[in-house]
Nanobody, 124 residues
Framework: QVQLVESGGGLVQTGDSLRLSCAAS????????MGWFRQAPGKEREFVTA????????YYAGSVKGRFTISRDNAKNTVYLQMNSLKPEDTAVYYC?????????????????WGQGTQVTVSS
């Protein structure tokens, strides 16, 4: 129902910054909030951050709070993830997701649509 395309991933060094983008299309009017998740090799997919399309509410995992910032451009139907002070443990495939309702934004089951993911690799 909502199509999501992530971009902006790449290979960087410890301490560098990177900005990911997630462009939404299709039935975007049904989207209430957007989230970012990540999955490292051999690990479970984990919540990173989320934002509503309206208001000022944002949510962050403790591991990224203070380093990562989620933002949105409603006119472009695009959500961004600004990542600063990157660490090797941030290496993962980053996924964008959309939910049509309010709920527990940290849970994968809350989301209706998912992007294909973009690889972020942080070398030491």
């Amino acid at each position: 129902q909502v199509q999501l395309v992530e971009s902006g991933g790449g290979l960087v060094q410890t301490g560098d910054s990177l900005r990911l983008s997630c462009a939404a299309s299709g039935r975007t009017f049904r989207s209430y909030a957007m989230g970012w998740f990540r999955q490292a090799p051999g690990k479970e997919r984990e919540f990173v951050t989320a934002i509503r399309w309206s208001g000022t509410n944002t949510y962050y995992a403790g591991s990224v709070k203070g380093r990562f910032t989620i933002s949105r451009d409603n006119a472009k139907n695009t959500v961004y993830l600004q990542m600063n002070s990157l660490k090797p443990e941030d290496t993962a495939v980053y996924y964008c997701a959309s939910t049509s309702r309010s709920g527990l934004f940290t849970l994968q089951s809350t989301y209706d649509s998912w992007g294909q993911g973009t690889q972020v690799t942080v070398s030491s």
